[in-house]
């Protein structure tokens, strides 16, 4: 599978305890798209946050983001880790 980082904007504020509980719900219905979301960022004062994910597709990524009720801004296909 592949690996991709999303960011969503306009989260100014944002708490550990928000970012956690958006996170859950990520991990809560991640399999219905067989993605696996690896882990989460955020800036509260830039509004940014960031997921690491492994799925099929950057689709399979937002339809659970959507689900979730924090669609990604954007959606970019990580090819290369190390």
């Known amino acids: ?23 859950n719900a990520d991990l ?12 989460a960022w955020a800036d509260p004062v830039a509004g940014l946050v960031y997921c690491l994910s492994e799925a099929p ?3 399979a990524v937002q339809r659970i983001h959507v689900r979730a ?3 990604a801004d954007e959606i970019h296909p990580v ?3 190390v």
């Open 1 to 23: 599978m592949a690996e991709f980082m999303d960011v969503h904007r306009n989260m100014v504020g944002i708490t550990a305890e928000g970012l956690l509980a958006a996170h």
């Open 28 to 39: 809560a219905i991640q399999g219905d798209e067989n993605v696996d979301f690896k882990k």
């Open 69 to 71: 009720g924090h669609p």
């Open 79 to 81: 090819p290369l880790v």
């Open 57 to 59: 597709s950057a689709e």
